[in-house]
C-alpha cells in the first residue's frame, strides 16, 4: 500500500496548497491511502467542518488532529457524524469523535488509522502506549488490517523515538506531528515500521512554525503578551513522507520524505 501523510496543515495558506495540488499528487504518486494533520488548518486553530468537507473533496482519505482539535467548537458537535475526522484517542473517556478509524479502500483492503498524543510538554492526557497497545489489541498487521498509520502528536523527540521504538513491527508508520517542523530522521526501524519524529507542516515557513514572524517574534521580545497570532499566508511548503507497505505483513518496505513549495528545499519521491 502507498501512503502519502501530511503534517498539521496550518491556515489558508497551508489548506489553498494541499487543496491544489494533492490531486496531482495522489496521482502522480500513486497514492492508495492519504492522511493528513488539520488541527491548525482554520486560520491556525482548529478544523471547521466545512474546511474539512474541502479538504476530504480534494482528496484527503482521513483527517487527524491534536491539541488544538476543538479551537474550533463546531468540529464537537461534528465529528460524531464524520468518522474520517479522528482526534486523539487518548482524550478522556466520553469524548465526542474516536481515536482511531477503520477504512477500507476502494479495491477492498483495510488500514487502521489512529491519532495520539503524546504528554510531555503537553496537556496532561491518559498514557499514550498503554491505550495504543489496547487499540492494537483488537487489529492484527497483515491480517485484519493490510496497514496501520499512528499518528503521534507531541511536542519531545525522545517521546517520539520511545513510542515508535515500542510499537516497532506493530504498525506500518508512526509519524510525529504538532511541531511543524520536517526532521531528517525518516527510517524503517529494525522491526519494519518506518517512522519520522515529525512530518512538518503545510504552512508558510517564513514564519514562527506557521505564524506571523512580527507578532511572535514580539511575544518573545516583549514578555508580554501581544497582538492575536495570525497565519502567515505566503506561499507554504506541503511537507510529508510517502512509505511503500507489503500489503502480507503490513510493514514499510521504503519511507522517502516529501516537500513540495514554499521556502524548504524541496524533496519529491520517486513516482511509482
Ligand atoms: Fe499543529
Ligand atoms: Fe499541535
Not at 502507498?2 to 490531486?23: H, K, N, T, W, Y
Not at 468537507?53 to 480534494?58: E, G, R
Amino acid at each position: 500500500m502507498r501512503i502519502l501523510f501530511l503534517g498539521d496543515i496550518v491556515g489558508r495558506s497551508g489548506r489553498d496548497a494541499v487543496e491544489a495540488q494533492l490531486p496531482e499528487l495522489r496521482r502522480r504518486l500513486s497514492v492508495d491511502l492519504a492522511v493528513v494533520n488539520a488541527e491548525n488548518a482554520s486560520h491556525g486553530f482548529g478544523l471547521a467542518p466545512a474546511m474539512a468537507d474541502s479538504l476530504f473533496a480534494a482528496g484527503c482519505d482521513v483527517l487527524t488532529l491534536g491539541n488544538h482539535a476543538w479551537d474550533r467548537k463546531e468540529l464537537i458537535g461534528h465529528i460524531g457524524g464524520a468518522p474520517r475526522i479522528v482526534r486523539p484517542l487518548n482524550f478522556p473517556p466520553g469524548t465526542p469523535g474516536a481515536g482511531s478509524v477503520l477504512l477500507t479502500l476502494a479495491d477492498g483492503r483495510r488500514a487502521l488509522i489512529a491519532n495520539v498524543m503524546g504528554r510531555l510538554f503537553m496537556d496532561a492526557l491518559d498514557d499514550p502506549f498503554r491505550l495504543t497497545t489496547e487499540l492494537l489489541s483488537r487489529h492484527r498487521l497483515g491480517t485484519t488490517v493490510s496497514a496501520i498509520v499512528i499518528d503521534f502528536h507531541a511536542e519531545a523527540t525522545s517521546e517520539k523515538a520511545a513510542f515508535a521504538h515500542h510499537l516497532d513491527g506493530k504498525v506500518s508508520l508512526v509519524v510525529g506531528t504538532h511541531t511543524h517542523t520536517p526532521t531528517a530522521d525518516h527510517r524503517i526501524l529494525p522491526g519494519g515500521t518506518a517512522f519520522q519524529a515529525d512530518a512538518g507542516m503545510c504552512g508558510d515557513y517564513d514564519s514562527v512554525i506557521g505564524m506571523g514572524k512580527e507578532a511572535a517574534v514580539a511575544r518573545f521580545v516583549r514578555k508580554m503578551p501581544g497582538e492575536r497570532l495570525q497565519p502567515a499566508d505566503g506561499e507554504a511548503t506541503i511537507c510529508g513522507l510517502l512509505v511503500d507497505t507489503d500489503d502480507r505483513t503490513g510493514l514499510a518496505r521504503s519511507v522517502a520524505p516529501l516537500r513540495v513549495g514554499g521556502a524548504l528545499s524541496q524533496a519529491m519521491p520517486e513516482p511509482g
